[in-house]
């Protein structure tokens, strides 16, 4: 595996010149900068004003290790993930490969993208994910970037290791919904990813099944 390799050989090499700001949501801040003469991202974990710093430092800390973790195990199953070069615990920092591409959302809103064709691959990466009980906690468009014809899955942060079928099940529920949302008008979209999914791995169409359950039992609550 090449990954963990790189990843211990660029260890301590600091940080230069920040790029440009990618994007500042409620929980990190995204930088594109250059390390070691490569486009990186430096994703940085945001301090909480509102919760203790102790228990805020170690909260940032394990969520850092667990999104390295998981991209790191997601990779080693053949997922494409941007490569981790580098990890500030104390600055809640990673840094990690530029993706040049654009967001698989934005792309399937595109009519020229052949949509067919990037969902089969989406199908085909929850399968792989989900067969190597890895549950992504986030999966959605936004979290997939088109790079050519590969797929490259970011955003592990809200992820686990799980090999139950209704942590997969809410994973699988999560991106239907996502699909509803951003890409409604191109409804047989999802019947491709579900079917792709379902092919590649060999529990998908018990997943699928709970799925189903998930959104009765969702609209039951919603009743009461
Ligand atoms: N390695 C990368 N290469 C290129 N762009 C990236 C990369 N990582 C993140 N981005 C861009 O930054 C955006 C936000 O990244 P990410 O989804 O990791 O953060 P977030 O949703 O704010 O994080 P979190 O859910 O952990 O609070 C992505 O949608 C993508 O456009
Ligand atoms: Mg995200």
């Not at 999104?67 to 993930?81: D, F, N, Q, T």
């Not at 986030?138 to 592990?156: A, E, K, P, Q, Y």
Request: net charge neutral; hydrophobic share 40%; with cysteine.
């Amino acid at each position: 595996m090449r990954a963990p390799l790189q990843t211990a050989l660029l260890w301590r090499t600091p940080l230069v010149c920040v790029v440009g700001v990618h994007r500042i949501g409620a929980e990190a801040k995204l930088d594109s900068s250059k390390w070691m003469d490569r486009d990186v991202v430096v994703k940085q974990r945001l301090v909480k004003g509102y919760r203790h710093p102790e228990l805020d430092r170690s909260l940032q800390s394990f969520r850092i290790r667990n999104e390295v973790r998981l991209m790191l195990e997601a990779r080693r199953a053949g997922i494409s993930v941007p490569i981790v070069y580098t990890v500030d615990l104390d600055g809640s920092k990673i840094v990690m490969e530029e993706i040049p591409g654009i967001r698989v959302k934005d792309a399937l809103q595109d009519p020229k993208t052949d949509g067919s064709d990037v969902c089969v691959k989406i199908g085909e990466i929850a399968g792989r994910l989900h067969a190597n009980d890895i549950v992504h906690g986030d999966l959605t468009t936004s979290n997939m970037l088109l790079d050519g014809n590969r797929i490259v899955l970011i955003d592990f942060s809200l992820g686990q290791k799980s090999s139950e079928i209704e942590d997969k099940g809410v994973d699988m529920h999560l991106l239907e919904e996502a699909f509803r949302s951003a890409h409604h008008s191109r409804g047989e979209l999802y019947d491709i990813v579900k079917e792709s999914y379902a092919e590649s791995y060999a529990d998908g169409a018990k997943v699928l099944r709970k799925v189903a359950e998930i959104e009765r039992r969702g609209r039951y609550t919603r009743k009461e």
